[in-house]
């Protein structure tokens, strides 16, 4: 009996669809970057706030004497995101790549047998 080995289809491997997704993810994140940023530089500016207004009325409640936090602020410079959206990138770009070479390998053991 001569049997015929089944075509091989991308779209069956797990790891196509692993890799298109990371992918798509990478590009989402691209398109949403700026936009991010400013939201993420406000919700850590309003932390940061929080944080400060919480040690003052720790300052008042230990009675020392209080300090006008509107006197000693200042604008905010730039400065290093707490929650950077390179994280996320990478970790999409290293699963990119790991599906990627899955799928190559996947490809290779079809075409051996």
Do not use: C
């Not at 289809?9 to 994140?29: K, N």
């Not at 691209?30 to 944080?51: C, H, M, S, T, V």
Request: no cysteine; proline share 8%; hydrophobic share 50%.
């Amino acid at each position: 009996m001569n049997a015929q080995r089944e075509p091989f289809r991308i779209t069956d491997s797990p790891w196509f669809w692993a890799m298109l997704f990371s992918m798509m993810s990478l590009v989402g994140m691209g398109l949403i970057a700026p936009k991010f940023d400013a939201r993420q530089r406000q919700i850590e500016n309003r932390f940061l706030g929080r944080e400060e207004a919480a040690a003052e009325r720790n300052r008042r409640a230990a009675g020392l004497p209080p300090i006008d936090l509107a006197a000693e602020a200042v604008a905010p410079g730039p400065r290093p995101r707490m929650v950077p959206l390179w994280t996320l990138a990478t970790g999409a770009t290293l699963l990119a790549v790991g599906s990627a070479a899955m799928l190559v390998r996947e490809l290779r053991a079809w075409q051996r047998q």
